[in-house]
């Protein structure tokens, strides 16, 4: 177990519809990374969080969004859902920015 | 532009036989190189940090090593529970932080 919370686990919607995934980080961990993993593909970095302010964008659409709120926990947005968007999306937490990532279960989307 | 290349992309080994596995990276300043490890469906867990070439880190069956231009996760005698696949990532000295990942090998240990 890593402390680091992902709800939900597993999620199915149509396109063009919106979900919120949530992530909770280790105990006093200030920062918060999305990635997305597409099937049987690499992990593409989204965004970083470090405590409440975004520190690093990646290849995160513009219908996609996130934020950090003051308890450190982050929401990741997905917007008008399309079919490329299935893929398992995970949340990392880290002490400051150190590379030592640790990451959640992943929460499962599936856009039909 | 900053690189990190992983090979062989999978790898089959019967159960007792060891090999390597490599990491090479190109980068302007190497802050650190991170070796995890990832079951299908879950999320990678993090094995070891390098900070400097020489440096050697262990964990059961796993050394990482660490050269200026390449790292290499040595597997000794596995067994069929470590397969999985092995991700490398580098933080670079300018690269605000962020971890630059290889694509992975996927290690399939035999009984």
């Known amino acids: 177990d890593s402390g680091v919370t992902q709800t939900p686990k597993h999620l199915i919607t149509a396109t063009g519809q919106r979900v919120t995934l949530r992530c909770s980080p280790r105990?006093?961990?200030?920062?918060v990374y999305w990635y997305q993993q597409s099937l049987d593909q690499g992990l593409q970095f989204l965004i970083q969080?470090?405590?409440?302010?975004?520190?690093a964008k990646g290849n995160i659409l513009e219908r996609f969004s996130a934020q950090q709120f003051p308890d450190l926990h982050s929401e990741l947005n997905l917007s008008s859902l399309e079919l490329g968007d299935s893929a398992l999306y995970f949340c990392?937490?880290?002490?400051?920015?150190?590379?030592?990532?640790?990451f959640g279960e992943g929460s499962r989307l599936t856009v039909l | 532009e900053d690189q990190v290349t992983q090979s062989p992309e999978a790898l089959r080994l019967q159960e007792g036989e060891s090999s390597s596995l490599n990491c090479s990276y190109t980068?302007?300043?190497?802050?650190?190189l991170f070796w995890y490890r990832q079951d299908p469906g879950k999320g990678p867990e993090f094995l070891f940090t390098?900070?400097?070439?020489?440096e050697e880190k262990e964990k059961e069956r796993l050394k990482a090593t660490l050269t200026k231009k390449e790292s290499f996760l040595h597997i000794t005698a596995p067994k069929p529970e470590d397969s999985a696949t092995y991700l490398c990532?580098?933080?670079?000295?300018?690269?605000?932080?962020?971890?630059?990942w290889g694509a992975g090998t996927k290690l399939i240990i035999k009984p």
């Open positions: 990392a937490s880290s002490v400051r920015q150190a590379g030592e990532l640790f």
């Open positions: 105990s006093g961990d200030l920062s």
């Open positions: 969080y470090y405590n409440g302010e975004e520190r």
């Open positions: 980068v302007s300043g190497l802050r650190g």
């Open positions: 390098l900070y400097s070439a020489g």
């Open positions: 990532a580098v933080q670079a000295a300018d690269s605000n932080y962020q971890l630059i």
